[in-house]
């Protein structure tokens, strides 16, 4: 098991930047990929941004240039640098791991962005 706890999100103004942060606890040892998802009302859970234990990143279209995902050192938290923030990037955000096939999800942040 992994257990999943995020922290990092709140209200901010258009243009601004937010920083998450996810921990993971439990079978650490496990996971290849990390990643943040994200969901707004009324629509599905997207993809936000995923890496790889070996450090690869992959990112949705609409935050290529504005938002940057990486690891610590301890493998174990994956941070979500957001900038230049815009009000469509209001969602609850998901921190999410994949261990030996199996997907972890954490309670989710919520990101408000005003315009």
């Known amino acids: 098991q992994v257990r999943l706890v995020e922290s990092g999100g709140g209200l901010v103004q258009a243009g601004g930047s937010l920083r998450l942060s996810c921990s993971a606890s439990?079978?650490?040892?496990?996971?290849?990929?990390m990643g943040w998802y994200r969901q707004a009302p009324g629509k599905q859970r997207e993809l936000v941004a995923g890496?790889?234990?070996?450090?690869?990143?992959n990112y949705a279209d609409s935050v290529k240039g504005r938002f940057t995902i990486s690891r610590g050192n301890a493998k174990n938290t994956v941070y979500l640098q957001m900038n230049s923030l815009k009000p469509e990037d209001t969602a609850i955000y998901y921190c999410?791991?994949?261990?030996?096939?199996?997907?972890?999800w954490g309670q989710g942040t919520q990101v408000t962005v005003s315009s």
């Open positions: 999410n791991a994949v261990a030996y096939g199996a997907d972890y």
């Open positions: 439990g079978m650490t040892f496990s996971i290849n990929t």
């Open positions: 890496i790889t234990s070996g450090g690869s990143t």
